[in-house]
Structure formats: C-alpha cells, structure tokens
C-alpha cells in the first residue's frame, strides 16, 4: 500500500473522517493545491467531462505531491479502459452503476492480475517504473488501489448487502444524485424515499464494516448527521463552473 493510501487507512482505524475534494480541471497545480490544502484524497473525475487519461495521470502526479491519495472514477465497467489507468497508479479506482455482487465481482476481476483476474501486464508508474521489480509488483498490486463501488440506483440499494459481501471491493459510495434522477425526483435528494434508501444502505456498509463515502451537503449539520451514521467523506467540488 503507497503511502497516502496507507495514511487515509489508518486515520480510517483510528475512527477518524477523511475528506476530499472532486477535480475535473486538467491542470495538476489544483489537485497538487488539494493535497496542500489538508485533503487527504483528490477525486479525478473521469466519468463526467473532457478529462483524459493523460490529465488523469497528471492530476495523480499532483496530489500526490501535494500529499493526497489520488482516485479516480472511470465512466463504465471495462477492462480495456481501466487497463491504462491501473497502470498509472492511482490509489483508489471508483466503478459507477454497481448494482449487483456480479457488476462488483467484475470491477475486481478488471483490477486483478491472473488467475484471479484479467488485468494486462504492464504497470509502468504503478510500478514505479519497473524499480519495484516484475514479481513484487504483482505480489502487492491487489493491496496498492482499492476498488470502489458506486451505488447509485435503485437496482444497487437494492442488492447493497450483496455487494458489500463480495471479496476485494474495499469501499462503496453512496451517490443519492443518480438515485433521485432514476426515480424520477430530477435531483431533488433530500425526498424522504432518497433519505430512507441512502440510510438503510448506510447501516448495511456499517453491520459488515465496510467503509463508505458519503455526499453530504455543505452545512455542519449534514456533516455531523453522515459523521454519525459511520462515513468517510467526501466534502467538495471543484469543476469549470466553480
């Protein structure tokens, strides 16, 4: 495990929150600016907008020079676009739509090398640049990115506690945005079907001990409301429209 993702980890086991900011400018200096801020995390956002992979690898390079974790969400569940992301290092990689164990067991399948999985061979900066050595790469590289599942429909808060069960996810978000859009709400999250389906698969994260990152709202006491249903959260964004 690098070095930021180890310092998010054990400020995790010690019960504390930690928090982070979403990017979707290309220029490294702001997620470098996150990290120096006191984030502990930059969430790339690769799902939504113009990013590339060669900005994804940029912005990785800045948190991590900031001091942050970085982590980045990819638009769909495949192995041909994940391949080269992996093997940029990031430290944390996010799938959205997960909606059931088998869309998870495949997110960890894309990031796992053989037998276990079907990730390509060649981690370049994830390997340090082949410093770490062909077998010690391979024997660390499940530990290296966690995988998290973005649940985000009705279909996943559905099936969240089969989800959470499948070996190698390590954490799962809780995106009420996407939800409220497929119930037919257009973004109004704060309805209280939005707030029982977002509590209910709180409570399921925290009964299997799996951590889970929340979208709070900006006032204190959303933060202090998620703090208590056991999150690691996400605070922010920072985009063109900022």
Known sequence: MGIFLKRMADKMKEGKIVCGVCVSLNDPAVSELVGMAGYDFVW?????????????QNLMIGAHAGGAAAMVRVPYLDAALVRPILDMGPDIIGFPFINSAADARKAVSICTYPPKGVRGWNPQRAGHYGQMGQA????????????????????????????????????????????????????????????????????????????????????????????????WTYVNTLDTKS
């Not at 790339?44 to 994804?56: P, Q, S, T, W």
Request: aromatic content about 6%.
């Open 44 to 56: 790339i956002e690769g799902e939504h907008g113009a990013m590339g992979r060669a900005e994804m």
């Open 136 to 231: 010690a790469y391979v024997d660390v590289a499940d530990g290296e990115t966690w995988k998290m599942m973005i649940v985000e429909q009705e279909e996943g808060f559905r099936n969240i506690e089969e989800i959470v069960q499948v070996e190698g996810v390590d954490l799962i978000v809780l995106g009420p945005g996407d939800l409220s859009v497929g119930m037919g709400l257009k973004g109004r999250q704060e309805d209280p079907r939005i707030r029982e389906m977002m509590e209910h698969a709180a409570q399921v994260c925290v009964k299997y001990h799996m951590p889970y990152l929340a979208w709070p709202a900006m006032q204190a006491q959303s933060l202090s409301e998620w703090e208590k249903k056991g999150a």
